[in-house]
């Protein structure tokens, strides 16, 4: 197969894409042939201007979760540009994020109270990093080997493939990885030094703990260590 941009149809708008954009991301797709134009995107299905329907089982990792552009949605979207309300005024009570917050509170459960909103999951697992210091006064960070946590610095610094980090150092200080699912070593490390712990592990897919060890990490964070604590986090992206 050519591994060279090869013009199509809509290939204006990849050329342009690639020109101002991701030039590597185009041509990973084109030699994938899989850059196809999609028009218009329902629940599962994805129609491209060629006629074809696609079924789509990544779903935005979880982003599409609900299904691509559900009535629902689409609706609560239409509403609210509709009636013209507040947006990104800085001495405004955002009512609605309270409202969501609260919803996300009670489904959550436990002893979850308050809730961060943030753009992207990057920010969230920043976030993280800076409440579980701030919190627990140690500076360190566990995360579990082969986990993806997102592509800002310190969001990077808890991911063990050097696939994604090389070049942009230097990352966070005394941040280790362990073995997913390896509650001896997670022990170890936490009772070793000053750290937080993050994650589920990322790579091809969502890799599940095993109970106890959910149960158990959060346990030993809390409890046997004074300068340790812990988060966590899950699945695999491309560095495009
Ligand atoms: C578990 C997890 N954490 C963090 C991220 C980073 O999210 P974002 O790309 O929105 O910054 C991802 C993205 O796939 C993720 O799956």
């Not at 994020?97 to 459960?109: D, F, H, I, N, P």
């Not at 436990?110 to 920010?123: C, D, N, Q």
């Not at 936490?190 to 990490?217: E, I, T």
Request: a positive charge; charged letters at 25%.
């Amino acid at each position: 197969m050519n591994a060279s941009l090869q013009i199509e149809p809509s290939a204006h708008v990849s050329e342009r894409y690639a020109r101002r954009v991701n030039p590597a991301w185009v041509r990973l797709l084109e030699l994938l042939q899989m850059n196809v134009r999609y028009e218009t995107c329902r629940g599962v299905e994805l129609f491209t201007d060629e006629g074809r329907q696609i079924l789509d089982f990544l779903s935005g990792y979880c982003v599409h979760n609900v299904g691509h552009n559900h009535p629902d949605v689409v609706r609560a979207l239409q509403g609210e540009l509709e009636r013209c309300g507040p947006a990104m005024i800085q001495t405004h009570v955002a009512d609605l994020a309270g409202e969501l917050a609260e919803k996300l509170c009670e489904r959550a459960g436990g002893r979850l109270s308050k809730a961060f909103f943030a753009s992207s999951g990057s920010e969230g697992v920043e976030a993280a990093i800076k409440f579980a210091r701030a919190h627990t006064r140690r500076p360190g960070i566990l995360s579990a080997e082969h986990a993806f946590h997102g592509l800002t610095c310190g969001a990077l610094s808890l991911m063990s493939d050097k696939f994604w980090s090389e070049g942009f150092g230097p990352l966070l200080p005394e941040t280790a990885a362990v073995p997913f699912g390896n509650l001896e070593a997670l022990e170890r490390e936490l009772k070793g030094g000053l750290r937080s712990a993050s994650g589920l592990p990322a790579g091809c897919g969502v890799a599940l703990p095993p109970l106890r060890h959910a149960f158990c990490a959060r346990r030993s964070a809390d409890r046997d260590v004074p300068n340790r604590s812990f988060s966590r986090s899950a699945p695999l992206r491309s560095r495009a």
